[in-house]
C-alpha cells in the first residue's frame, strides 16, 4: 500500500505529508508524517480541545452567551460575518461553528476567550510538540510577519486515535470531539468518493497552495488518514486524497 501511495504522490507539487493507521489491526503507513505544515484551519482541532479542556476545568462556562459585534467579523469561511451584530451566541455554538463550517469569526472570538498560549500550553502537555497557535484567522499583519500556526500529520493523528477511543484528557471531552468532527459540512476532500453510508469525522483546511483533510473513517475496520499538503496544486493535491483513502475504504470494509 505504501508503493500506492508514493505512485499517488509522486508528480504533486510542494510538501505531502500522510500518514494512515486502521485502528483495528494497528497497520501503519506513513509519509512525511512528521514534518510541519503550516496548519490553515486544522488548527482549529487543538482550539477545540483547549475549549473544553478550560471547561472541564471550571474555567470557562459553555453556555456563556457572548455578543457578535461587527469588529469580530473576519472573511473566508463561516456564516458569522453575515449577520447582523448584536446577536448572542453561546461558546459551544462558537466552537460547533468552528469546526463543521470552519467558521473564522467564531474561531477568533474563542480565541480571545481561551486565550492562544493556553492553547499551545495544552498542546506541549499533551505531548504535541509541533502543534502551535500563533496567530488568530485572516490575521494579515501577523501572516505578513511570517507568523503562522502548525501542525504534524502524526500528530493530529494520534489526536484522532485517542478520541476514537475515549483517551484525549477524558471519555467525555473525547466524546464531544467525535461528535462535533462527524457534523463536518466540507464534504469535497476525505468524504468525496466515499459511499455515503460511511460515517467519517474529520476537518478540514485550506489557503492558497495549501490542503488539508484529517479524520476517522468509520468503515468495518476503521482507520484514521491524514493528508496535509503545503505549496501544492490544491485541485491535483486533492484529487489524489479523494483517490487513496478511496481505496483504503475499500480495504477497510471488507
Known sequence: MISIFKEYIKDLDGKIGIYYKNLVSGEVLEINSKE??????????????ETLRQSKDGEIDLTKRVKLLD???????????????????????????????????????????????????????????????NRKMMDEVGAKKGIDNYVSPVEIADILEKVYRGQLINQEISEEIERVLKMQKVKYKIPYLLDKSIA??????????????????????????????????????????????KELSVENSN
Open 71 to 133: 469588529e469580530y467579523k473576519v472573511g473566508s469561511s463561516g456564516v458569522l460575518n453575515t449577520l447582523d451584530a448584536g446577536i448572542e451566541v453561546s461558546i459551544k455554538d462558537l466552537y460547533t461553528l468552528m469546526i463543521v463550517v470552519s467558521d473564522n469569526t467564531a474561531t477568533n472570538m474563542l480565541a480571545d476567550i481561551i486565550g492562544l498560549e493556553s492553547v499551545n500550553k495544552t498542546m506541549k502537555k499533551l505531548g504535541y510538540e509541533n502543534i502551535e497557535f
Open 200 to 245: 467519517i469525522g474529520h476537518k478540514t483546511g485550506e489557503n492558497p497552495g495549501v490542503t488539508h483533510d484529517a479524520g476517522i473513517i468509520y468503515t468495518k475496520e476503521p482507520f484514521i488518514f491524514v493528508f496535509f499538503s503545503n505549496d501544492t496544486n490544491v485541485i491535483e493535491a486533492e484529487k489524489v486524497m479523494q483517490l487513496i483513502v
Open 36 to 49: 510541519v505544515f503550516t496548519s490553515a484551519s486544522i488548527i482549529k482541532i487543538a482550539i477545540l480541545i
